[in-house]
């Protein structure tokens, strides 16, 4: 009984002093999130600069976040948006199934996969694949809020 009891407070004893422990780590608003401001503060986005180059004037495409990640679009969109099924100004350059097995130099428009069509001997695109922008972003220059730690396979 007595062991009971001396086990009893000690177990008390020990609750009361992490409950005490666990309000004294309070954490800061200002260190919650990613942009280590209070959480009740409404910052204004940043204005993102996109690339104005005019389609055929490109240079060097940006590099794929991941292996089987979508091409960035390089060049303006600005008159091309919104894309609809009766206008589509990006299947008037890309969709030419002629240039798959061509090697792209400068200034030539990358053309569509094969996974992008239903037969690619008639050029004829899938319909799941119509809207562009869906999966394709134009490339900006941003500042990344974090850093990607992403490595490409058997890199070192």
Not at 11 to 16: E, G, I, N, V
Not at 18 to 41: C, E, N, W, Y
Request: hydrophobic share 35%.
């Amino acid at each position: 009984m007595r062991k009971t009891l001396l086990l009893s407070a000690l177990l008390a004893s020990l609750l009361s002093l992490s409950a005490f422990a666990v309000q004294d780590q309070s954490i800061p608003d200002d260190s919650l999130g990613l942009s280590k401001t209070s959480v009740f503060d409404v910052p204004d986005p940043e204005v993102t600069e996109y690339g104005n180059a005019d389609v055929g004037s490109v240079g060097k495409r940006a590099e794929r976040s991941y292996m089987t990640a979508p091409p960035m679009i390089p060049h303006t969109i600005q008159d091309m948006v919104p894309i609809k099924q009766d206008f589509n100004l990006c299947k008037d350059c890309h969709v030419q199934p002629d240039l798959l097995k061509q090697k792209i130099t400068k200034g030539m428009p990358v053309p569509a996969p094969v996974s992008h069509y239903v037969d690619v001997s008639k050029g004829q695109l899938y319909m799941g694949r119509w809207n562009c922008t869906q999966c394709h972003a134009p490339q900006a220059k941003v500042n990344v809020l974090v850093k990607s730690t992403f490595k490409k396979p058997g890199a070192k």
